[in-house]
């Protein structure tokens, strides 16, 4: 498209043109603590580096890090790993649904307003240095290139509203995406009703963990209305084996839905990293799971759901 700018990312280490993504791992995690998780915190600059190198190796071209405000976010570290593991790396603001907040955290206090201009804050001066603990403290140099939010299984609470409308209107004034966690996979055409309903377009809106329910005829009711798909949870053996993820992501494709399928491993758990001695890795996307994939749908499917679908879904909607 001559004359037009190249469509650009924001990551950690500033704007880069969504042609050199490569392969983008669309939702992931490399430091994170939640009272959700005791017990699987991980917070260490030298393994969650050696973990990302693992996954470059791998065949990852980009990470998404989808720690949102509250959960141990760590944008300094998060580009130490970027420059020493050699990756870009996509950070996120916005906040997860009420389970990730104890009680009495400043998010079910704040007010839409409040809530929305840290998350303008994080996208646009770069994101707070140590999740919005000391409001005063200076912005970090990384900004935030994506927007996470979070409902809980079935429903939304009044709090989880006020916070979906937050993100929203960062969204609207970054130009960036929201990532929403569904749990379970539950409440997906809800949360898309909210979002559209504050202004949101449907393609800047990423459902999350949708695999967890893999139902390929809601899948595609989603899709059908111009909503991105994320499937983020292979190597998932507990609670159900990998094929069954391939036979959902043939089933989608099959309906006509290619373009709105992403891939991440979104491995919050310590216990999930190789770094810290945990299994199976950042490696797993690419070494086990991306090899069957591609000979369920063939290559040219394949890389669509790889590289040029998250080019598309996470570029920015105005020039960095
Ligand atoms: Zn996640």
Redesign the pocket.
Known sequence: MRGMPEPQVMTVTGPMSTSALGVVDA?D?LFLRTPALPGDEFDNLERSTAEAAEGRASGIGTIVD?TPIGLGRRPDLLRAVSEAADIPIIGATGYHRDAHYPSGHWVYDASVDELAERVVADLEAGMHPADWADPDAAPDAARAGAIKAGASYHRASEAERRRLEACAIGSLRGGVPIVV?TEIGTFGHEIVDILTGFGVAPHRIIL?HLDRNPDAELHAEIAARGVNLEYDTMGRTKYRPDSELLDLIEHVVSAGHLDRLLLGQ?I?RRSMLRAYGGGPGMRYLMERFVPRVRRRIGDDATDAILVSNPARAFALAKPA
Do not use: P, S
């Open positions: 939702h995690h989808m966690h999350a979104d919050g």
